[in-house]
Structures are given as structure tokens and as C-alpha cells.
């Protein structure tokens, strides 16, 4: 199934060029945060595919004006065509404000879910806007990653980890595919196309 993984900034390859057959085979779409909401509207009913979202940390005014026909899994898993998807959004705390966790705080939300996860024998994917903890995150606060995504993938082994806040454009070195262990790492930093059944991804998405 091939999926499209979208962050923190609007494509306009999608947007301002739009031709719906640029996503033709893609099933899904999964937003990580940090995106304006007509966006994901837009996406979800111009090119007729389902949008799951977590809110990154610019995603306040989401609490007002959600993205329309889009679904928030945030805090639950939602399966799709099988698939177990995980949604965790914010960021490192760093500043006042909404959508910002501490470690701890992080910790408490993954403890809540706890029965869920149970209940679906764990889970494919985990949806985030941070990353996890000194695997392709920044050093500084407002883009350190969290341990607990680190504990999430060595406890579940999900198949994909996909998250955004750390651009492309940073030129910090940060990649668009890393790996842990078994997991599958995408930063889906504007946008990226993915097949969730592909083993030579490390190939494919550089």
C-alpha cells in the first residue's frame, strides 16, 4: 500500500500544481503535524484520500478550525485497511503554549494508551510531529526528540515510525529515512511517498 507522509510545510507540487494524478495508487495519507488545516482539507478532497493527522506545535489554531474531512489520531490508534496506526503529536516543551510536552508529560499520554495497545496487540505505525531521542532530532530543545518514542519501538517493533519538526532545509544533516532496529524511519518533511510493503526503502527514499 503506498502511503504520503506530510510536515511542517505546504507542498505546493501538490497544492498550487495540482493534477490529481500525481498521488494516483496512494491509499492514505498521514500528516505529522505543522500544517496549515485548508491544506489537509484540500488534499483529503481534491485527490479523494483518507487524511489521519497528529498536531505539531504551530497547530493551535486547530482547536478552532480543524481540517475539514480529515481524522485526528491523536492519542488512539486507527486502523486502516489493516494497518495499526499510533498518534502521538507535539513537540518538547521549550516555551508557553499548546501541543508542548515534557518528557514525563510524553510519558503519562503513552501510559493512557496502554489498553488500547493491548487491545490491538500493538501497532504498525506510529504517527508523530517530534522525533524520537538522538535519532535524527536536534540538540537544541525545541527539536530534541522524545526517549519514550525510543521505549515505544524497542517494546512494539512497529514497522514504521514517521514524524516531522526537524526540515530538510535545516542543514543539520537530518534524513529523510533512518532506521532502529526493525523500524522504518521517515521524516516527512513537505512530502514523501512511501510503499508500506517495500524492503529496500533506505534505497528508495534517500
Not at 493491548?118 to 535519532?135: E, K, N, S, W
Request: glycine share 6%; aromatic share 14%.
Amino acid at each position: 500500500m503506498k502511503i504520503l507522509a506530510v510536515a511542517d510545510e505546504e507542498s505546493r507540487y501538490l497544492w498550487d500544481f495540482y493534477q490529481r494524478d500525481k498521488l494516483e495508487n496512494v491509499e492514505l495519507i498521514l500528516s505529522a503535524g505543522d500544517l496549515a488545516p485548508e491544506y489537509l482539507s484540500f488534499l483529503t478532497t481534491m485527490y479523494a484520500i483518507p487524511v489521519l493527522y497528529v498536531h505539531g506545535n504551530h497547530d493551535d489554531k486547530y482547536a478552532y478550525k480543524p481540517p475539514e474531512g480529515c481524522i485526528c489520531i491523536d492519542d488512539t490508534i486507527y486502523v486502516y485497511n489493516g494497518i495499526r496506526i499510533l498518534g502521538l503529536g507535539g513537540s518538547m516543551r521549550y516555551r508557553p503554549g499548546g501541543n508542548q510536552y515534557t518528557e514525563e508529560e510524553m510519558h503519562k499520554r503513552v501510559k493512557k494508551l496502554w489498553m488500547k495497545i493491548l487491545l490491538h496487540r500493538g501497532f504498525d505505525v506510529l504517527l508523530t510531529h517530534a522525533p524520537a531521542y538522538q535519532i535524527n532530532d536536534g540538540r537544541d530543545l525545541p527539536h530534541q526528540g522524545f526517549q519514550e518514542f525510543v521505549t515505544l519501538m524497542e517494546k512494539y517493533k512497529p514497522r514504521f515510525f514517521v514524524h516531522g519538526h526537524v526540515h530538510l532545509s535545516y542543514g543539520r544533516n537530518h534524513q529523510r529515512y533512518d532506521q532502529y532496529h526493525n523500524t522504518h524511519i521517515i521524516n516527512a518533511y513537505e512530502r514523501c511517498v512511501f510503499d508500506y510493503e517495500d524492503e529496500n526503502l533506505r534505497e528508495h527514499l534517500r
